[in-house]
Protein backbone atom coordinates (compact mmCIF):
# COMPACT_ATOMS: atom_id res chain seq x y z
CA UNK A 1 0.00 0.00 0.00
CA UNK A 2 1.43 3.62 -0.87
CA UNK A 3 2.24 5.54 2.07
CA UNK A 4 -0.46 8.05 0.80
CA UNK A 5 -3.56 5.44 1.12
CA UNK A 6 -2.42 4.00 3.95
CA UNK A 7 -2.82 7.87 5.73
CA UNK A 8 -5.91 8.30 3.58
CA UNK A 9 -7.39 4.71 5.41
CA UNK A 10 -6.07 6.03 8.64
CA UNK A 11 -8.29 8.53 8.69
CA UNK A 12 -11.33 6.11 7.06
CA UNK A 13 -10.83 3.99 10.29
CA UNK A 14 -11.02 7.16 12.83
CA UNK A 15 -13.63 8.92 11.29
CA UNK A 16 -15.86 5.55 11.46
CA UNK A 17 -14.91 4.49 14.71
CA UNK A 18 -16.97 5.52 17.40
CA UNK A 19 -14.47 5.39 20.53
CA UNK A 20 -10.67 5.98 20.65
CA UNK A 21 -8.55 3.48 17.86
CA UNK A 22 -5.46 2.19 19.62
CA UNK A 23 -1.92 2.22 17.47
CA UNK A 24 -2.62 -1.76 17.80
CA UNK A 25 -6.00 -1.98 16.12
CA UNK A 26 -4.65 0.45 13.41
CA UNK A 27 -1.52 -1.70 12.69
CA UNK A 28 -3.43 -4.99 12.81
CA UNK A 29 -6.22 -3.71 10.22
CA UNK A 30 -3.41 -2.20 7.77
CA UNK A 31 -1.12 -5.17 8.63
CA UNK A 32 1.73 -2.83 9.14
CA UNK A 33 4.10 -2.36 12.25
CA UNK A 34 2.74 -0.36 15.63
CA UNK A 35 6.06 1.88 14.95
CA UNK A 36 4.86 2.37 11.31
CA UNK A 37 1.68 3.74 12.47
CA UNK A 38 2.62 6.37 15.54
CA UNK A 39 4.90 7.59 12.76
CA UNK A 40 2.24 8.32 10.43
CA UNK A 41 -0.24 9.45 13.27
CA UNK A 42 2.42 12.10 13.70
CA UNK A 43 2.64 12.81 9.81
CA UNK A 44 -1.43 13.78 10.08
CA UNK A 45 -0.92 16.03 12.76
CA UNK A 46 1.84 17.48 11.01
CA UNK A 47 -0.43 18.19 8.07
CA UNK A 48 -2.91 19.83 10.76
CA UNK A 49 -5.41 17.11 10.65
CA UNK A 50 -7.11 17.43 14.16
CA UNK A 51 -6.32 14.02 15.47
CA UNK A 52 -5.73 14.27 18.94
CA UNK A 53 -4.56 10.63 21.73
CA UNK A 54 -1.67 9.43 22.61
CA UNK A 55 0.05 5.94 22.27
CA UNK A 56 -1.28 3.34 24.60
CA UNK A 57 -5.18 5.06 25.07
CA UNK A 58 -6.05 5.82 21.06
CA UNK A 59 -6.90 8.66 18.63
CA UNK A 60 -9.80 10.25 17.74
CA UNK A 61 -10.52 12.17 14.51
CA UNK A 62 -11.95 15.26 15.05
CA UNK A 63 -15.59 14.75 14.00
CA UNK A 64 -16.15 18.16 12.48
CA UNK A 65 -13.05 16.92 10.01
CA UNK A 66 -13.86 16.88 6.49
CA UNK A 67 -11.94 15.15 3.62
CA UNK A 68 -12.98 15.76 0.03
CA UNK A 69 -16.38 13.68 -0.53
CA UNK A 70 -15.36 11.04 -3.07
CA UNK A 71 -11.51 10.58 -2.57
CA UNK A 72 -12.68 7.09 -2.65
CA UNK A 73 -10.55 3.69 -3.23
CA UNK A 74 -11.89 0.98 -6.05
CA UNK A 75 -12.78 -0.79 -3.21
CA UNK A 76 -15.23 1.87 -1.18
CA UNK A 77 -16.65 2.54 -5.15
CA UNK A 78 -17.99 -0.74 -5.93
CA UNK A 79 -19.34 -1.03 -2.34
CA UNK A 80 -20.90 1.80 -2.64
CA UNK A 81 -22.05 1.19 -6.27
CA UNK A 82 -23.27 -2.72 -5.15
CA UNK A 83 -25.41 -1.51 -2.67
CA UNK A 84 -26.82 0.81 -4.57
CA UNK A 85 -28.18 -1.51 -7.32
CA UNK A 86 -29.36 -3.85 -4.54
CA UNK A 87 -31.33 -0.52 -3.32
CA UNK A 88 -32.45 0.11 -6.88
CA UNK A 89 -33.39 -3.65 -7.28
CA UNK A 90 -35.58 -4.11 -4.30
CA UNK A 91 -36.93 -1.20 -2.21
CA UNK A 92 -39.65 1.34 -3.22
CA UNK A 93 -40.06 3.19 -6.35
CA UNK A 94 -38.98 6.64 -4.38
CA UNK A 95 -35.86 4.64 -2.73
CA UNK A 96 -35.07 3.20 -5.67
CA UNK A 97 -34.90 6.46 -7.96
CA UNK A 98 -32.87 7.65 -5.38
CA UNK A 99 -30.62 4.88 -5.22
CA UNK A 100 -30.00 5.37 -9.25
CA UNK A 101 -29.60 8.89 -8.80
CA UNK A 102 -26.68 8.28 -6.48
CA UNK A 103 -25.19 5.98 -9.00
CA UNK A 104 -25.01 8.53 -11.38
CA UNK A 105 -23.61 11.45 -9.15
CA UNK A 106 -21.05 9.11 -7.92
CA UNK A 107 -20.28 8.63 -11.73
CA UNK A 108 -20.05 12.04 -12.61
CA UNK A 109 -17.81 13.65 -9.40
CA UNK A 110 -14.97 10.69 -9.25
CA UNK A 111 -11.93 11.07 -11.13
CA UNK A 112 -12.05 9.63 -14.90
CA UNK A 113 -9.79 6.96 -13.98
CA UNK A 114 -12.08 6.17 -11.19
CA UNK A 115 -15.05 5.57 -13.82
CA UNK A 116 -14.94 2.18 -14.82
CA UNK A 117 -14.97 1.09 -11.39
CA UNK A 118 -18.07 2.16 -11.58
CA UNK A 119 -19.69 1.28 -14.95
CA UNK A 120 -18.50 -1.66 -15.28
CA UNK A 121 -17.68 -3.35 -11.25
CA UNK A 122 -16.22 -6.59 -10.74
CA UNK A 123 -19.50 -7.40 -8.08
CA UNK A 124 -23.16 -7.71 -9.12
CA UNK A 125 -26.26 -8.73 -6.89
CA UNK A 126 -28.18 -11.65 -7.67
CA UNK A 127 -31.46 -10.78 -9.74
CA UNK A 128 -34.10 -9.96 -7.35
CA UNK A 129 -36.89 -12.38 -6.26
CA UNK A 130 -40.43 -10.97 -6.80
CA UNK A 131 -41.45 -9.28 -3.54
CA UNK A 132 -45.34 -10.17 -2.58
CA UNK A 133 -47.56 -6.94 -3.57
CA UNK A 134 -48.81 -4.90 -0.62
CA UNK A 135 -50.81 -1.90 -0.44
CA UNK A 136 -48.35 -0.03 2.03
CA UNK A 137 -46.79 2.99 0.73
CA UNK A 138 -43.34 2.52 2.24
CA UNK A 139 -42.29 5.99 1.01
CA UNK A 140 -44.71 7.26 3.77
CA UNK A 141 -43.82 5.06 6.27
CA UNK A 142 -40.00 6.07 6.17
CA UNK A 143 -41.03 9.72 6.51
CA UNK A 144 -43.04 8.80 9.85
CA UNK A 145 -40.30 6.99 11.04
CA UNK A 146 -38.19 10.06 10.59
CA UNK A 147 -40.68 12.23 11.94
CA UNK A 148 -41.50 9.63 14.85
CA UNK A 149 -45.51 9.58 14.42
CA UNK A 150 -47.66 6.56 14.65
CA UNK A 151 -49.52 3.78 12.40
CA UNK A 152 -52.28 2.41 13.02
CA UNK A 153 -52.99 -0.75 10.75
CA UNK A 154 -55.12 -3.54 9.90
CA UNK A 155 -52.50 -6.66 10.27
CA UNK A 156 -53.76 -10.26 8.80
CA UNK A 157 -51.11 -13.31 10.40
CA UNK A 158 -50.32 -16.21 8.68
CA UNK A 159 -53.06 -18.07 9.85
CA UNK A 160 -55.76 -15.31 7.92
CA UNK A 161 -56.49 -13.97 11.71
CA UNK A 162 -56.97 -10.16 11.59
CA UNK A 163 -55.73 -7.60 14.47
CA UNK A 164 -56.01 -3.61 14.38
CA UNK A 165 -52.87 -2.58 15.98
CA UNK A 166 -51.39 1.24 16.64
CA UNK A 167 -47.33 1.09 16.36
CA UNK A 168 -44.41 3.29 16.40
CA UNK A 169 -42.93 2.36 13.24
CA UNK A 170 -39.01 2.08 13.30
CA UNK A 171 -37.16 0.64 10.87
CA UNK A 172 -38.17 -1.24 7.22
CA UNK A 173 -36.16 -4.34 6.60
CA UNK A 174 -35.48 -5.56 3.28
CA UNK A 175 -34.94 -9.59 2.86
CA UNK A 176 -34.96 -11.39 -0.32
CA UNK A 177 -38.39 -12.55 -0.49
CA UNK A 178 -40.24 -10.57 1.97
CA UNK A 179 -40.10 -6.70 3.67
CA UNK A 180 -40.72 -6.55 7.14
CA UNK A 181 -41.68 -3.13 9.18
CA UNK A 182 -40.13 -3.28 13.17
CA UNK A 183 -42.26 -1.14 14.79
CA UNK A 184 -43.62 -0.99 18.83
CA UNK A 185 -46.89 -2.05 19.10
CA UNK A 186 -49.57 -0.58 21.38
CA UNK A 187 -51.80 -3.85 21.42
CA UNK A 188 -48.75 -6.39 22.90
CA UNK A 189 -46.62 -3.47 24.19
CA UNK A 190 -43.55 -5.09 22.76
CA UNK A 191 -41.83 -4.59 19.30
CA UNK A 192 -43.21 -7.03 16.59
CA UNK A 193 -41.81 -7.05 13.09
CA UNK A 194 -44.47 -7.12 10.60
CA UNK A 195 -44.67 -8.59 7.04
CA UNK A 196 -45.72 -5.70 4.86
CA UNK A 197 -47.49 -8.09 1.87
CA UNK A 198 -49.58 -8.52 5.35
CA UNK A 199 -50.93 -5.11 6.46
CA UNK A 200 -54.07 -4.91 4.90
CA UNK A 201 -54.48 -1.50 5.91
CA UNK A 202 -52.83 1.89 7.25
CA UNK A 203 -53.53 4.92 8.43
CA UNK A 204 -51.10 7.83 9.00
CA UNK A 205 -51.58 9.33 11.90
CA UNK A 206 -50.77 12.61 12.87
CA UNK A 207 -50.01 11.77 16.37
CA UNK A 208 -46.54 11.82 17.88
CA UNK A 209 -44.79 9.09 19.90
CA UNK A 210 -42.79 11.38 21.56
CA UNK A 211 -39.89 8.57 22.23
CA UNK A 212 -36.22 9.68 20.07
CA UNK A 213 -35.61 7.07 17.70
CA UNK A 214 -32.45 6.71 18.79
CA UNK A 215 -33.97 5.43 22.17
CA UNK A 216 -36.53 3.50 20.12
CA UNK A 217 -33.49 1.53 18.17
CA UNK A 218 -31.79 0.97 21.45
CA UNK A 219 -35.00 -1.10 22.85
CA UNK A 220 -35.22 -3.20 19.91
CA UNK A 221 -31.65 -3.96 19.97
CA UNK A 222 -31.56 -5.07 23.32
CA UNK A 223 -34.97 -6.68 22.82
CA UNK A 224 -33.46 -8.93 20.06
CA UNK A 225 -30.53 -9.42 21.74
CA UNK A 226 -32.38 -11.00 24.81
CA UNK A 227 -34.85 -12.54 22.24
CA UNK A 228 -32.50 -14.91 20.15
CA UNK A 229 -28.83 -13.94 21.97
CA UNK A 230 -28.75 -11.46 18.97
CA UNK A 231 -26.25 -8.30 19.50
CA UNK A 232 -26.90 -6.29 16.89
CA UNK A 233 -23.81 -3.08 15.86
CA UNK A 234 -24.64 0.08 17.21
Not at 97 to 115: E, G, M, N, T
Not at 167 to 173: K, Y
Not at 199 to 218: C, K, N, S
Amino acid sequence: MRRADRLFQIIQILRRAKRPVTARALSDELEISVRTVYRDIADLMGQRVPISGEAGIGYVLDRHYDMPPLMLTPDELEAAVLGAQWVAQRSDPALARAARDLIAKISAAVPDQLRPFVAEPTVSTPPPQSLPADMLNVAQVREWIRVGRKLRIRYRDERGRASERTIWPLLIGYADAVRLLVAWCELREEFRHFRTDRIVDAAFLDEPHDVRRRTLMARWKQHMKQLRGIDLPE
